[in-house]
Protein backbone atom coordinates (compact mmCIF):
# COMPACT_ATOMS: atom_id res chain seq x y z
CA UNK A 1 0.00 0.00 0.00
CA UNK A 2 1.13 4.01 -0.74
CA UNK A 3 -0.88 5.13 2.25
CA UNK A 4 -2.24 8.23 0.60
CA UNK A 5 -0.25 8.75 -1.87
CA UNK A 6 -0.79 9.52 -5.50
CA UNK A 7 1.23 10.82 -8.58
CA UNK A 8 4.98 11.73 -8.51
CA UNK A 9 6.79 10.52 -5.84
CA UNK A 10 9.19 13.38 -4.21
CA UNK A 11 12.44 13.10 -2.53
CA UNK A 12 11.21 13.46 1.04
CA UNK A 13 8.06 11.32 0.90
CA UNK A 14 10.04 8.68 -0.09
CA UNK A 15 12.64 8.76 2.58
CA UNK A 16 9.50 9.19 5.02
CA UNK A 17 8.51 5.85 3.61
CA UNK A 18 11.95 4.12 3.83
CA UNK A 19 12.07 5.17 7.51
CA UNK A 20 8.21 4.35 8.03
CA UNK A 21 8.63 0.65 6.71
CA UNK A 22 11.93 0.08 9.32
CA UNK A 23 9.63 0.96 12.45
CA UNK A 24 12.22 4.02 13.10
CA UNK A 25 11.06 6.79 15.18
CA UNK A 26 12.87 9.94 13.64
CA UNK A 27 11.32 13.58 13.70
CA UNK A 28 12.48 14.41 10.49
CA UNK A 29 13.48 11.26 7.98
CA UNK A 30 15.23 13.75 5.51
CA UNK A 31 17.61 14.76 8.46
CA UNK A 32 17.59 11.03 9.64
CA UNK A 33 18.73 9.63 6.00
CA UNK A 34 21.51 12.24 5.63
CA UNK A 35 22.60 11.00 8.96
CA UNK A 36 22.47 7.63 8.30
CA UNK A 37 24.81 8.10 5.65
CA UNK A 38 21.90 7.33 2.62
CA UNK A 39 21.12 10.42 1.81
CA UNK A 40 22.82 13.13 0.28
CA UNK A 41 23.33 16.67 0.73
CA UNK A 42 21.03 17.30 -2.60
CA UNK A 43 18.16 15.21 -1.16
CA UNK A 44 18.03 17.89 1.59
CA UNK A 45 18.23 20.79 -0.35
CA UNK A 46 15.64 18.88 -2.87
CA UNK A 47 13.36 17.12 -0.44
CA UNK A 48 10.25 19.14 -2.12
CA UNK A 49 11.96 17.80 -6.17
CA UNK A 50 10.24 14.79 -7.83
CA UNK A 51 12.65 11.61 -7.50
CA UNK A 52 14.05 10.46 -10.56
CA UNK A 53 15.22 6.97 -11.20
CA UNK A 54 18.91 7.59 -10.73
CA UNK A 55 17.96 9.28 -7.30
CA UNK A 56 15.97 6.73 -6.00
CA UNK A 57 18.94 3.81 -7.30
CA UNK A 58 20.88 5.88 -5.28
CA UNK A 59 19.00 6.21 -2.41
CA UNK A 60 17.73 2.82 -2.21
CA UNK A 61 21.54 0.95 -2.73
CA UNK A 62 22.76 3.40 0.07
CA UNK A 63 19.59 2.34 2.35
CA UNK A 64 20.63 -1.39 1.43
CA UNK A 65 24.19 -0.80 2.40
CA UNK A 66 23.56 1.56 5.62
CA UNK A 67 20.18 0.30 7.41
CA UNK A 68 19.57 -2.90 5.95
CA UNK A 69 23.48 -4.22 5.88
CA UNK A 70 22.77 -5.73 3.20
CA UNK A 71 25.47 -7.67 1.10
CA UNK A 72 26.84 -6.19 -1.86
CA UNK A 73 26.52 -8.01 -5.51
CA UNK A 74 29.82 -8.70 -6.57
CA UNK A 75 29.05 -9.85 -10.28
CA UNK A 76 26.98 -6.86 -11.81
CA UNK A 77 27.70 -7.70 -15.19
CA UNK A 78 24.35 -7.84 -16.12
CA UNK A 79 23.72 -4.46 -16.06
CA UNK A 80 26.02 -3.71 -18.70
CA UNK A 81 22.79 -4.08 -21.09
CA UNK A 82 21.66 -0.90 -19.93
CA UNK A 83 22.61 1.92 -22.80
CA UNK A 84 22.59 4.71 -20.33
CA UNK A 85 24.54 2.96 -17.49
CA UNK A 86 27.43 5.41 -17.93
CA UNK A 87 26.00 8.73 -18.62
CA UNK A 88 25.86 9.29 -15.12
CA UNK A 89 29.16 8.50 -13.88
CA UNK A 90 28.37 8.69 -9.80
CA UNK A 91 25.24 6.83 -10.49
CA UNK A 92 27.10 3.43 -12.11
CA UNK A 93 27.43 1.48 -8.83
CA UNK A 94 24.00 2.67 -7.39
CA UNK A 95 21.88 1.80 -10.59
CA UNK A 96 23.92 -1.62 -11.23
CA UNK A 97 23.60 -2.93 -7.50
CA UNK A 98 19.37 -2.14 -7.62
CA UNK A 99 19.04 -3.70 -11.37
CA UNK A 100 21.14 -6.56 -10.52
CA UNK A 101 19.01 -7.66 -7.38
CA UNK A 102 16.05 -6.87 -9.46
CA UNK A 103 14.87 -4.25 -7.77
CA UNK A 104 14.41 -2.05 -10.47
CA UNK A 105 13.97 -2.86 -13.90
CA UNK A 106 15.43 -1.17 -16.98
CA UNK A 107 13.22 0.40 -19.24
CA UNK A 108 12.76 -0.93 -23.18
CA UNK A 109 14.75 1.28 -25.86
CA UNK A 110 13.73 0.32 -29.14
CA UNK A 111 13.22 -3.64 -30.32
CA UNK A 112 15.87 -5.10 -27.84
CA UNK A 113 17.57 -2.61 -26.04
CA UNK A 114 16.95 -1.36 -22.61
CA UNK A 115 17.93 1.73 -20.90
CA UNK A 116 17.58 2.83 -17.05
CA UNK A 117 16.40 5.74 -18.05
CA UNK A 118 18.64 7.67 -15.48
CA UNK A 119 16.24 11.34 -15.47
CA UNK A 120 12.55 9.53 -15.71
CA UNK A 121 10.44 10.62 -12.36
CA UNK A 122 9.34 7.53 -10.62
CA UNK A 123 5.47 7.58 -10.29
CA UNK A 124 3.63 6.13 -7.18
CA UNK A 125 3.26 2.53 -9.15
CA UNK A 126 6.51 2.10 -9.69
CA UNK A 127 7.40 3.22 -6.05
CA UNK A 128 5.30 0.53 -4.42
CA UNK A 129 7.13 -1.92 -6.39
CA UNK A 130 10.36 -0.88 -5.64
CA UNK A 131 9.22 -0.41 -1.74
CA UNK A 132 7.77 -4.38 -2.30
CA UNK A 133 10.90 -5.62 -3.63
CA UNK A 134 13.21 -3.66 -0.96
CA UNK A 135 11.74 -4.90 1.95
CA UNK A 136 10.83 -8.60 0.83
CA UNK A 137 13.56 -9.82 -1.24
CA UNK A 138 10.93 -13.34 -2.26
CA UNK A 139 9.72 -10.50 -4.60
CA UNK A 140 12.97 -9.26 -6.22
CA UNK A 141 14.06 -10.17 -9.90
CA UNK A 142 17.66 -11.28 -9.05
CA UNK A 143 19.52 -10.80 -11.99
CA UNK A 144 22.81 -12.68 -10.27
CA UNK A 145 23.37 -15.14 -7.98
CA UNK A 146 25.69 -14.10 -4.85
CA UNK A 147 28.05 -16.62 -4.78
CA UNK A 148 30.37 -17.22 -1.57
CA UNK A 149 33.98 -16.75 -1.57
CA UNK A 150 33.96 -14.28 -4.44
CA UNK A 151 36.92 -12.11 -4.85
CA UNK A 152 36.41 -8.31 -4.56
CA UNK A 153 38.21 -5.48 -6.70
CA UNK A 154 40.76 -3.86 -4.46
CA UNK A 155 40.38 0.20 -4.48
CA UNK A 156 43.69 1.61 -4.30
CA UNK A 157 45.16 4.85 -3.01
CA UNK A 158 46.99 7.24 -5.34
CA UNK A 159 50.18 6.46 -3.23
CA UNK A 160 49.97 2.76 -3.79
CA UNK A 161 49.43 3.42 -7.48
CA UNK A 162 52.83 5.28 -7.73
CA UNK A 163 54.77 1.91 -6.43
CA UNK A 164 52.18 -0.06 -9.02
CA UNK A 165 53.35 1.58 -12.15
CA UNK A 166 57.08 1.45 -11.21
CA UNK A 167 56.78 -2.45 -11.11
CA UNK A 168 56.92 -4.48 -14.38
CA UNK A 169 54.14 -5.85 -15.84
CA UNK A 170 51.14 -3.48 -14.64
CA UNK A 171 48.73 -2.54 -17.37
CA UNK A 172 47.33 1.17 -16.72
CA UNK A 173 43.56 1.06 -17.91
CA UNK A 174 41.39 4.29 -18.41
CA UNK A 175 37.51 3.29 -18.37
CA UNK A 176 36.01 6.90 -19.27
CA UNK A 177 34.55 7.77 -22.66
CA UNK A 178 36.87 9.05 -25.18
CA UNK A 179 36.26 12.29 -24.83
CA UNK A 180 37.72 12.73 -21.97
CA UNK A 181 40.37 10.31 -22.32
CA UNK A 182 41.52 12.69 -25.20
CA UNK A 183 41.10 15.86 -23.46
CA UNK A 184 43.85 14.85 -20.39
CA UNK A 185 44.78 11.20 -19.15
CA UNK A 186 47.76 9.68 -16.80
CA UNK A 187 50.78 8.98 -19.26
CA UNK A 188 50.82 5.75 -20.44
CA UNK A 189 47.48 4.69 -19.96
CA UNK A 190 45.66 3.30 -22.88
CA UNK A 191 41.50 3.39 -22.94
CA UNK A 192 39.21 0.57 -22.86
CA UNK A 193 35.58 2.24 -21.86
CA UNK A 194 33.60 0.69 -19.07
CA UNK A 195 30.82 -0.18 -21.15
CA UNK A 196 33.21 -1.80 -23.81
CA UNK A 197 35.06 -4.26 -20.73
CA UNK A 198 31.45 -5.16 -19.43
CA UNK A 199 30.38 -6.31 -22.82
CA UNK A 200 33.77 -8.32 -23.42
CA UNK A 201 35.96 -8.51 -20.71
CA UNK A 202 37.98 -10.81 -22.44
CA UNK A 203 39.42 -8.51 -25.13
CA UNK A 204 41.30 -6.78 -22.56
CA UNK A 205 44.30 -8.54 -22.63
CA UNK A 206 45.09 -12.66 -23.03
CA UNK A 207 47.22 -12.91 -19.38
CA UNK A 208 44.96 -13.33 -16.97
CA UNK A 209 47.55 -13.03 -14.57
CA UNK A 210 48.82 -9.63 -15.54
CA UNK A 211 48.39 -6.72 -13.11
CA UNK A 212 45.59 -4.32 -13.73
CA UNK A 213 45.09 -0.94 -12.82
CA UNK A 214 41.94 0.85 -13.83
CA UNK A 215 40.76 4.74 -13.45
CA UNK A 216 38.12 7.39 -13.90
CA UNK A 217 37.17 10.75 -12.62
CA UNK A 218 35.42 9.03 -9.15
CA UNK A 219 36.33 5.83 -9.17
CA UNK A 220 32.59 4.42 -9.60
CA UNK A 221 33.23 3.51 -13.19
CA UNK A 222 36.75 1.74 -12.58
CA UNK A 223 35.58 -0.28 -9.62
CA UNK A 224 32.26 -1.69 -11.95
CA UNK A 225 35.18 -2.72 -14.77
CA UNK A 226 37.17 -4.08 -12.24
CA UNK A 227 34.99 -6.52 -10.39
CA UNK A 228 33.72 -7.58 -14.14
CA UNK A 229 37.37 -8.65 -14.94
CA UNK A 230 37.53 -10.34 -11.73
CA UNK A 231 34.44 -12.38 -12.32
CA UNK A 232 36.26 -13.30 -15.94
CA UNK A 233 38.88 -14.84 -13.78
CA UNK A 234 41.67 -11.83 -14.21
CA UNK A 235 43.66 -12.43 -10.84
CA UNK A 236 45.19 -8.61 -10.19
CA UNK A 237 42.92 -6.37 -10.71
CA UNK A 238 42.81 -2.82 -8.90
CA UNK A 239 40.25 0.03 -9.04
CA UNK A 240 41.20 4.10 -7.85
CA UNK A 241 39.74 7.46 -8.28
CA UNK A 242 42.18 10.07 -10.31
CA UNK A 243 42.18 13.84 -9.88
CA UNK A 244 43.51 14.70 -13.10
CA UNK A 245 46.18 15.74 -11.76
CA UNK A 246 49.98 14.12 -12.82
CA UNK A 247 51.05 10.95 -10.75
Keep these: MMSDHIGEVKVEWFASELVRRTEKIAEDAVS ?3 AKGWLEDMDVT ?15 HQFMRFELRETELLDISPAGELQDLYDCR ?23 SLIFGMEETVWDDECAEILERLFCPGKRKTRVVLQQGERVAKVLTLSQVKE ?41 CENRKRRLLLYCEEG ?20 FAWNGKEI
Design 90 to 112: SCVMHVAQVYCKGIMDGLPFGEE
Design 220 to 239: NQSEVAAQCLINAGYEKVYS
Design 164 to 204: YLQQKDTMLIDVRILHDFRENHIKGAMHIAMNDILKNPYMV
Design 46 to 60: GRKLSLSRKAAARIV
Design 32 to 34: YGY
